[in-house]
């Protein structure tokens, strides 16, 4: 019996887990079936047909009087703040998980927003990134060369968190 309510916001390749992320465990929905404790519901532009969660439209997820406790945003980055205030004040779950960094704005949150507001690194959990952490812990490798798409805004975050699991001082 599912114990929990979770929001999926944004039903991307990330969000619903395609190509890559269709690795179990890649994807926010993945990791949500997996623990069997939440009764998944998910929103986006388009409508998505997936076994695993009930989609429901904008318009149907407002007037509804379904409750969540978790809420993850894999939306574009584009708008995540104002998104994740909106979502705060209509839903007021208990946590707000961002699929990355939410960009500037900071500064205006309110406390109860703050404490509420978790940040995901998946690719802590990819094979790749525990192979290479391995070859680095066995001095095997010397340089590392990374390359990240959509540009520092959306990657650099991504990038320290991996510097500091694989136990390089920055």
């Given amino acids: 019996m599912n114990e929990y309510n979770a929001l999926i916001v944004g039903l ?3 969000g619903q887990g395609s190509g890559y992320y269709a690795i179990p465990g890649n994807s926010h929905l ?13 929103t986006d532009k388009t409508s998505i047909q997936n076994q695993n969660l009930t989609y429901m439209s904008w318009n149907n997820l407002i007037t509804s009087d ?10 574009s980055s584009d708008g995540r703040f104002e998104r994740l205030n909106i979502l705060n004040q209509i839903f007021n ?5 961002s699929e990355k960094p939410i960009g500037l704005g900071w500064e205006e949150s309110t406390s109860e927003l703050l ?7 998946p690719r802590r959990c990819f094979v790749s990134t525990k192979l290479i952490k391995n070859e680095i812990l066995k001095n ?3 340089n ?4 990240y798409n959509n ?13 500091s699991c694989w136990g390089i001082s920055f």
């Fill in 12 to 14: 991307g390749r990330v």
């Fill in 30 to 42: 993945s990791a949500l079936i997996e623990t069997k404790k939440y009764q998944i519901f998910g």
């Fill in 66 to 75: 379904v409750k969540f406790d978790l809420i993850v945003d894999c939306a």
């Fill in 93 to 97: 779950p208990k946590i707000l998980l």
């Fill in 115 to 121: 404490n509420k507001v978790r940040l995901t690194y």
């Fill in 140 to 142: 095997s490798i010397r």
């Fill in 144 to 147: 590392i060369s990374v390359k």
């Fill in 151 to 163: 540009g520092v805004f959306n990657a650099l975050s991504h990038f320290f968190d991996l510097l």
